[in-house]
């Protein structure tokens, strides 16, 4: 009996000294005990003048991908804007981080003293309007997400949320077309993620611009062009829980495609398409998000459609910094002037080692096509399922390619 | 090797197990320890074979004090010993078994460990099949296996706790023979029993313990009276019991048919009376267990019937078995009798009838428990964890934890471990329970307490069953001859008129 | 030896345990260049540094509680129950089941998140009686059967939120879409905690204490996972006994599945469980089946959790080194119980 009652006694004291140390943060002036369930005065840091900002990756800050291509833009503005400090969590996501929710992890990091917090996912999107509207006080940048598009469909008005998001689709058509005028069986595979309005948009767009090339620059027959999809379910690996890359990708090389667009955050594609390539059996593939991501396998590398993140972060950091701060949804184009400038595109299309002479100048036209006004989205184009998307002549509003409801016709593969 | 005990004290909590140890053991010899149930017998040996470490004293082997701090230390001096209740027989094979425990990679000679074995084996006149299961081995062989690896394993002192417990005549006097084959090899053995008549055919000399101090040493030949005196400080004088067998029939077996390889048992029919006590005898695995089994439910009859109190529970499970009266308590205590880990308090909660409600009534169970500790002489107290009793307790723990309303009880071994005094008294609460109406079945290896507790015999010989012998009408030798398979020929003449009177 | 002294001495093993566990993972700090004192200060400041963060230690520490209360269960009766992250996996899928039957009716909001838990108890106490009936009438290890539910449990939830329960236009591994609020467990203020959350663990850990140690069919339990045959030959029917630990250990993982979706996560997720089984298995474990340990341990490893979060972004550490450390303070303490068997053995 005493036992038991020493061991209860000793629980107590466990829990109550938990809390009472909590009842005394450290060296804090004020009065801690009034304040409401959100702690938020900014801590004092060191150096008051520096600006933290904080950054929630989905996946690893260094996955040659989607997460890296945010990291290095955080550096980028680090570089550009004196003053300022990144702070970073990377492999945010209920999977690698059980028991935690994005809001709360950002929470942690202004807890360190971030005074922006980057949410790079659309997976984050309840979180990060969770966390925007209980931290009304702390900037977001919700990039890929569209919470504050006025004319949108999920439009919440919040003062302290920015969304940005680079105009990919023109990616994904220039890497539709780079795939077009390389394959040589005229099967193409899209290495899909989840399957959201976003990855549904980049699929149709790469279709697009393959078969724009397929048919304009090969002379092909549209009919001929075989294009698949195939969704493992997550941005990147999660084993035992997404659909295996590797095995997708070695899939699509069974059964004849020989080149594989990447629409995940990590390399996949290029380690297979080397491996089927180093048994004799050419396969090209085209990462994506990352402008290094060719370097994994570059000699099957044909391009890389990718972000630049920095000069938006840099430019909405600085407005927060000197209070000229406004709630916008940004969908930027490329710099058409030259899509790979660092310092002015939004995104841009590296072509890899694989490329060969005469299609890299078959490409340089497509792009020039697409500068000077080409427009992919114009009718008659129907629906997965056949039904009409766009009428002859007409051209798909913001709207109608954001939230793109179905796949196009032509493409195999689940549109939901 | 020359063994000296110097000054031993071993304490377990408020029990002083041994207490200021002293004395010799030469080598060459067979050396006797004798003691009461809980005299501290057992643990004066785990002391000497590295299990246990003394609270003070030490141990000279050949004059030299040596720290045994394991058992594997103690074969490494040359000591090995057998347990009173050895608990693990993994599946293993015979041969597997013997060379576990031996350093370094013998798995590649295999062969030759094969011969090894079967040369060593023939030594003691054991007849082991190297590549049978340890688990389908009787007590008795696993002993003799037990035996053969410590030799192997370079044992020249072999300490035998209890050896003669549970095991048949004959391989008792295999064993015997082997131990006197040791002791011509110079080897010394240390045999720990409480059985007067094993001691005295078998050691050279003896060593007496009551309640953890030495009482005496004697030398061969011996005095039975004063042994006894030794051990209980008294006389006990044995006297038959009387017969309270009644007319009523509470149990009947009915062209019973068992099969349990290798042995099948036909055509049983067979009568209790109320108040009767039954008593099996026969070799070990002659089919006596199996029979009781069937009678307690645990094995199914392939065809015939058993009837309880008028009941047909043929195909019922053990546990209706015991709901309608029928208590078993099997062999192997630690096994299948005891749980350990639980104290005795909670083996009373757990087998009591009365008060199971949701919560457990710790001051009932407490109550009940101190008075059956009180009733059975249990050395140990209500929150004594069972596998500490001592050997002897742990049969009396069994014994009391079968319920008063039982109709019928079914015994294996049921003073296997208890001493002489402590089976009196066991038998005469059996007894007891009898007057009361309740019948019982028992298994003995000891043809003495065969003969003097039944009113019938049932003699059983590689599965077949003898008629019921009256106990009064047959004496030892002839017990001994059926036992041995002799007089069968008789018995199958007699078969016939049995049957026609059965079925009458 | 007076039993008091035994007592100490084993408390101070265990801490011995304890210290060697920091010990082993300051070694490893050491190694990978970081700095020890600063990762410990940090943990325990990511743990207890506000109230914010005392609150998600105790998000935390609900279904780790709950978990370990059932885990005794099975452990009492000498089961592994390792199938208890497809138990927690699927009273979420029952939970939610529930709530999203009821979405769009004019069902009192309140009743059907008292439903949906039920729900999710039985479809806990279901799971874990498959393992149960595998063990008990086919003779599968509850190991190997266990192992093979969770799994089956992961691909059904995942076939869920990537098919069938899918948000409209979006199949995605992040999850359903999240119930509006009027569904969710009110939480304490702004904190990410609910005190019916507190409450209900609290309640499960008295009734698994009581359970154990005051009732008849504790001690039944006991005796059955001490040693089976015996416990058959005494009387207790032994299967039966072994199938209702299951059942009470699949209520007690249920629940904790359904509080991750109505007072976390809002919804179902593909790591609805997060682990807390295997947690609750290593709890078990390190407490040695002591009921009464249950609560602070529990709240030690929660806290470790949270506070484990502030090594990656401070330190950039990874973060799974509080699994380590958890984990090898499992081991350390276990082998501290052997080194402690010995040396009391040897007095
Ligand atoms: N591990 C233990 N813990 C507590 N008490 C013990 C332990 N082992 C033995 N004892 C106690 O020490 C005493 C001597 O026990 P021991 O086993 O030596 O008796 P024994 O002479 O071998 O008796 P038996 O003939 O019944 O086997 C007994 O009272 C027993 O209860
Ligand atoms: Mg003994």
């Given at each position: 009996m005493k036992k038991k009652l020493v061991f209860w006694v000793l629980t107590v004291l466990m829990v109550s000294a938990l809390i009472l140390t909590a009842c005394q943060p450290s060296a804090e002036p004020a009065p801690p005990a009034e304040e409401p369930a959100q702690v938020e005065e900014p801590e004092p840091v060191e150096e008051p003048e520096e600006f933290v900002f904080g950054m929630l990756l989905v996946g690893p800050y260094n996955d040659r991908g989607w997460?890296?291509?945010?990291?290095?833009?955080?550096?980028?503005?680090?570089?550009?804007?004196?003053?300022?400090?990144?702070?970073?969590?990377?492999?945010?996501?209920?999977?690698?981080?059980?028991g935690t929710t994005a809001a709360q992890l950002a929470e942690e990091l202004v807890q360190q003293g971030a005074q922006l917090v980057v949410f790079n996912s659309d997976d984050m999107k309840d979180d990060a309007v969770e966390f925007t509207r209980n931290n009304p006080d702390v900037y977001v940048i919700h990039a890929s997400g569209d919470s504050v598009w006025a004319e949108g469909e999920n439009y919440v008005p919040l003062p302290n949320m920015v969304n940005v998001m680079g105009e990919m689709e023109y990616g994904k058509m220039i890497a539709g077309c780079d795939a077009?005028?390389?394959?040589?069986?005229?099967?193409?595979?899209?290495?899909?993620?989840?399957?959201?309005?976003?990855?549904?948009?980049?699929?149709?767009s790469s279709y697009l611009g393959a078969q724009y090339c397929w048919e304009n620059y090969l002379g092909n027959d549209p009919a001929d062009l075989n294009f698949r999809v195939t969704w493992i379910g997550f941005w990147f690996n999660i084993p035992g829980f997404t659909e295996d890359p590797t095995q997708v990708a070695n899939e699509f090389i069974n059964t004849g495609v020989d080149v594989i667009i990447s629409g995940i955050d990590t390399t996949e594609a290029l380690v297979e398409a080397r491996k089927a390539t180093g048994e004799g059996n050419q396969v090209y593939a085209i990462p994506y998000d990352y402008v290094g991501a060719c370097d994994e396998a570059p000699e099957v590398c044909l391009g890389v459609p990718w972000y630049n993140w920095g000069p938006a972060y840099l430019r909405h950091i600085t407005s927060a910094m000197n209070g000229t701060w406004e709630s916008v949804f940004?969908?930027?184009?490329?710099?058409?002037?030259?899509?790979?400038?660092?310092?002015?595109?939004?995104?841009?299309?590296v072509s890899g080692p694989g490329m060969s002479p005469d299609n890299e100048a078959l490409l340089q036209q497509f792009i020039d096509e697409l500068a000077g006004g080409l427009n992919l989205w114009v009718g008659p184009l129907n629906f997965q399922d056949g039904t009409t998307f766009l009428a002859e002549g007409q051209e798909a509003t913001d709207h109608e390619i954001w939230y793109l409801p179905q796949l196009l016709e032509g493409i195999e593969g689940r549109s939901e | 090797m020359k063994i000296g005990f110097n000054q031993i004290n071993k304490h377990f909590g408020e029990v002083h197990a041994n207490v200021d140890i002293n004395f010799n053991i030469q080598s060459g010899m067979i050396y006797g320890i004798l003691g009461e149930n809980g005299a501290g017998k057992s643990t004066l040996m785990k002391i000497l074979s590295g299990f246990i470490q003394p609270d003070s004293g030490e141990i000279v082997l050949d004059g030299r004090v040596v720290e045994i701090e394991s058992p594997a230390d103690a074969i490494k001096f040359g000591i090995g010993m057998l347990h009173q209740d050895p608990l693990d027989f993994p599946p293993m094979q015979v041969i597997d078994n013997f060379i576990a425990g031996q350093e370094g990679g013998l798995l590649l000679k295999h062969k030759g460990i094969i011969r090894e074995f079967k040369a060593l084996q023939e030594q003691f006149g054991f007849t082991l099949d190297p590549e049978a299961y340890v688990d389908t081995l009787t007590v008795g062989e696993r002993q003799q296996l037990e035996i053969l690896r410590l030799l192997w394993l370079g044992a020249r002192v072999l300490i035998l706790d209890e050896p003669t417990?549970?095991?048949?005549?004959?391989?008792?006097?295999?064993?015997?023979?082997?131990?006197?084959?040791?002791?011509?090899?110079?080897?010394?053995?240390?045999?720990?029993?409480?059985?007067?008549?094993?001691?005295?055919?078998?050691?050279?000399?003896?060593?007496?313990?009551?309640?953890?101090?030495?009482?005496?040493?004697v030398e061969s030949p011996f005095d039975t009276d004063q042994l006894v005196e030794l051990m209980f400080g008294k006389l006990i004088i044995l006297k038959d019991p009387e017969s309270v067998s009644g007319d009523e029939i509470v149990f009947e077996l009915q062209n019973l048919y068992i099969e349990q390889y290798p042995i099948t048992i036909e055509n049983v029919n067979f009568r209790l009376h109320a108040g009767e006590v039954i008593g099996l005898a026969g070799m070990e695995g002659s089919g006596q267990d199996v029979l009781l089994r069937a009678c307690a439910g645990l094995q199914r009859p392939v065809s015939g019937r058993v009837i309880v109190n008028g009941e047909d529970l043929t195909g019922k499970n053990y546990h209706e078995f015991i709901r309608k009266g029928v208590g078993f308590l099997p062999a192997s205590r630690l096994e299948e009798g005891l749980v350990p880990g639980l104290t005795l308090a909670e083996h009373f909660t757990v087998t009591s009838d009365e008060k199971q409600k949701l919560f457990i009534d710790k001051t009932y169970f407490r109550?009940?428990?101190?008075?059956?500790?009180?009733?059975?002489?249990?050395?140990?107290?209500?929150?004594?964890?069972?596998?500490?009793?001592?050997?002897?307790?742990?049969q009396r723990a069994a014994l009391s934890l079968l319920k008063d309303s039982l109709s019928i009880i079914l015994l294996e071994h049921p003073t296997r471990g208890l001493d002489m005094e402590s089976s009196i008294y066991m038998w005469d609460k059996l007894r007891e329970r009898c007057k009361r109406g309740t019948s019982i079945f028992f298994i003995s290896a000891d043809l003495d307490e065969v003969l003097r507790y039944s009113d019938r015999i049932l003699v059983f010989f590689s599965g077949r069953v003898s008629k019921p012998q009256d106990s009064a009408a047959i004496d030892l030798d002839q017990l001994g001859l059926m036992i041995g398979g002799k007089g069968w020929e008789q018995e199958i003449a007699n078969e016939e008129t049995y049957e026609a009177i059965s079925n009458a | 030896m007076k039993p008091s002294r035994t007592r100490n001495i084993s408390i101070l093993f265990q801490l011995g345990g304890l210290v060697l566990a920091f010990g082993f993972v300051s070694l490893i700090l050491l190694l990978i260049d970081a700095d020890p004192i600063q990762a410990f200060s940090l943990l325990w400041e990511g743990a207890v540094g506000n109230t914010t963060r005392i609150a998600s230690v105790f998000v935390v520490w609900v279904p780790i509680v709950l978990v370990t209360c059932g885990v005794l269960v099975t452990f009492t009766a000498g089961l592994w129950n390792i199938g208890i992250e497809g138990q927690i996996t699927i009273g979420a899928i029952f939970t939610t089941g529930v709530i999203r039957m009821f979405l769009d009716t004019p069902v009192n909001p309140v009743l059907v998140i008292i439903l949906s838990m039920l729900a999710g108890m039985l479809g806990g106490a279901l799971w874990a009686v498959l393992a149960g009936v595998?063990?008990?009438?086919?003779?599968?290890?509850?190991?190997?059967?266990?192992?093979?539910?969770?799994?089956?449990?992961?691909?059904?939830?995942?076939?869920?939120?990537?098919?069938?329960?899918?948000?409209?236009?979006?199949?995605?591994?992040?999850?359903?879409?999240?119930?509006?609020?009027?569904y969710w467990l009110p939480t304490f203020q702004n904190f990410r905690f609910s005190w019916y959350s507190i409450l209900l663990s609290v309640i499960g850990l008295v009734v698994i204490y009581f359970l154990l140690q005051g009732t008849h069919f504790g001690l039944r339990l006991k005796a059955v996972g001490k040693s089976i045959k015996s416990a058959f030959r005494l009387g207790i029917t032994t299967w039966q006994h072994m199938l209702l630990a299951f059942l009470v250990c699949g209520v007690f993982a249920g629940l904790a599945g359904a509080l991750q979706v109505v007072a976390v996560y809002h919804r179902l997720i593909p790591s609805i469980s997060s682990g807390y089984g295997f947690m609750g298995l290593m709890i078990g474990m390190l407490i040695n089946y002591q009921a009464i340990w249950v609560a602070p341990i529990a709240l030690f490893f929660a806290a470790l959790n949270i506070g484990g979060i502030q090594l990656p972004i401070v330190m950039k550490l990874d973060s799974a080194l509080t699994g380590v450390l958890q984990g090898s303070l499992v081991l350390f303490v276990l082998l501290m119980q052997g080194v402690k068997q010995r040396v009391l053995g040897k007095q």
């Open positions: 997460s890296q291509a945010h990291h290095e833009a955080g550096e980028y503005v680090m570089e550009n804007l004196p003053g300022t400090r990144m702070i970073y969590l990377d492999v945010v996501n209920t999977a690698d981080r059980p077009a005028l390389h394959t040589q069986t005229g099967s193409i595979g899209y290495l899909g993620p989840l399957i959201n309005e976003e990855t549904r948009r980049l699929v149709a940004e969908w930027l184009p490329p710099d058409w002037g030259d899509i790979n400038n660092h310092d002015t595109t939004a995104i841009g299309y | 417990t549970g095991i048949s005549v004959q391989q008792k006097e295999k064993l015997f023979a082997a131990l006197r084959v040791l002791a011509q090899q110079e080897k010394t053995v240390v045999f720990v029993s409480h059985k007067l008549e094993d001691v005295e055919v078998l050691c050279d000399k003896v060593a007496v313990l009551r309640n953890g101090c030495l009482v005496g040493e109550s009940l428990s101190e008075q059956m500790i009180d009733e059975y002489r249990i050395i140990g107290r209500p929150d004594t964890p069972v596998e500490s009793l001592s050997g002897g307790n742990q | 595998l063990k008990v009438f086919s003779g599968v290890n509850e190991i190997f059967g266990g192992l093979g539910l969770n799994f089956i449990a992961t691909a059904l939830n995942i076939g869920l939120i990537f098919g069938a329960w899918s948000r409209p236009g979006v199949a995605s591994m992040s999850g359903t879409e999240p119930f509006p609020e009027v």
